[in-house]
């Protein structure tokens, strides 16, 4: 099948006429072995479509699995390949691989792509390090730059004591704004592996052993690159928490608790909060089913996939109307 005759079995099975498959990656099934084609967009936003590849893989094994489909990626290499959105991408496709590829997994890279895995920056045994917050937690509350988005992580930041039904689904002191911006040796801009501008955890929080990681989205922000944002958060997080990566401080800033509590940590909790999720991500279509995927063999690395839904109004204030714990 090509992706025009794979979205038409899509939107049969779901019933959503709506599911729309992004431009830049190319869908060809054969042998019950789906082939995603990067076109240009490995070094894009993760959030945006065209590069959520791990979200797509995803759905598409949770909606078409009936036969047991595998999904296969591939891609060309591009002229800079220490880019770092291209070696974030890399990461991500090795984390994902790691996870869901192998002889009895259900993902697996294209025999012509493999050998560019050998560009990732990241190898054993070598010190790498996360960029520091570059401000301080009362500070990022205040950063809203006219972003719905920000305003609301400032709001629930601000009013999380008094907002019982997130406790429940969060039960964590929450924070703002963690990044995830790695180096090699030293955090300056010639060693940076990963992209580190604006590229940080929406909200996060620890109670006990648990870390909590919450990926924010407001009305109208339903992509299925949420689930390849909230994963690349956690396999980044679990490397700092074993110790692989490691949080530098910032010169003077003793205060600075970002890497003792996640250090200290023994599962991670991540979620999407959010209005409303993607249709190919839906409870009410094939979820739980990416989330089940997702849980299944995270559960081993003591990582755990949910999603939260919360009701808001803005007019004439931010005013949270609901919590709800969904999966």
């Known amino acids: 099948m090509n992706k025009e005759e794979l979205l038409r079995c899509v939107i ?98 294209d025999d012509d792509s493999r050998k560019f895995m050998a560009d990732l920056r990241i190898k054993d045994n070598d010190r790498y390090f996360l960029n520091p917050p570059s401000t301080s937690d009362d500070e990022r509350m205040n950063d809203e730059t006219k972003n719905i988005e920000s305003r609301l992580e400032n709001k629930i930041l601000y009013q999380q004591d008094n907002l019982d039904a997130l406790k429940e689904c969060c039960p964590a002191k929450l924070h703002r704004q963690l990044p995830v911006g790695l180096f090699h040796t030293e955090v300056n801009k010639d060693n940076a592996i990963f992209p580190s501008k604006h590229s ?20 109208g922000n339903c992509k299925v690159g949420v689930l390849s944002e909230l994963f690349f958060y956690t396999m980044v997080l679990r490397d700092e928490r074993t110790g692989r990566f490691s949080r530098k401080k910032k010169p003077g800033d003793e205060k600075s608790i970002e890497g003792k509590l996640i250090s200290d940590t023994k599962q991670i909790k991540a979620f999407i909060l959010a209005p409303e999720l993607h ?35 803005t007019e004439p204030e931010i005013k949270f109307n609901s919590f709800r714990k969904v999966h």
Not at 200 to 214: K, R
Request: overall charge negative; charged content about 25%.
């Open 200 to 219: 940080a955890i929406d909200l996060w929080g620890v109670n006990g052993d648990d870390l909590y990681v919450l990926e924010l989205k407001a009305n």
């Open 12 to 109: 049969e099975k779901s019933g959503q006429s709506s599911i729309k498959f992004p431009h830049g990656i190319d869908l060809q099934e054969n042998n019950h072995v789906i082939t995603l084609t990067m076109q240009d967009s490995m070094a894009k936003n993760m959030q945006d479509d065209s590069a959520a590849f791990e979200g797509w893989a995803l759905c598409l094994k949770a909606g078409l699995d009936a036969e047991a489909r595998k999904c296969c990626l591939k891609w060309k290499r591009p002229d800079e390949p220490k880019e770092p959105h291209y070696q974030r991408f890399l990461y991500r496709v090795d984390r994902f691989n790691s996870i869901f590829g192998g002889s009895d997994g259900w993902f697996c890279i």
């Open 279 to 313: 249709p190919f991500i839906s409870p009410e279509v094939f979820s739980p089913k990416v989330f089940d995927l997702l849980n299944e063999k995270l559960k081993n690395l003591n990582i755990k996939f949910g999603y939260i839904e919360f009701k808001y109004e």
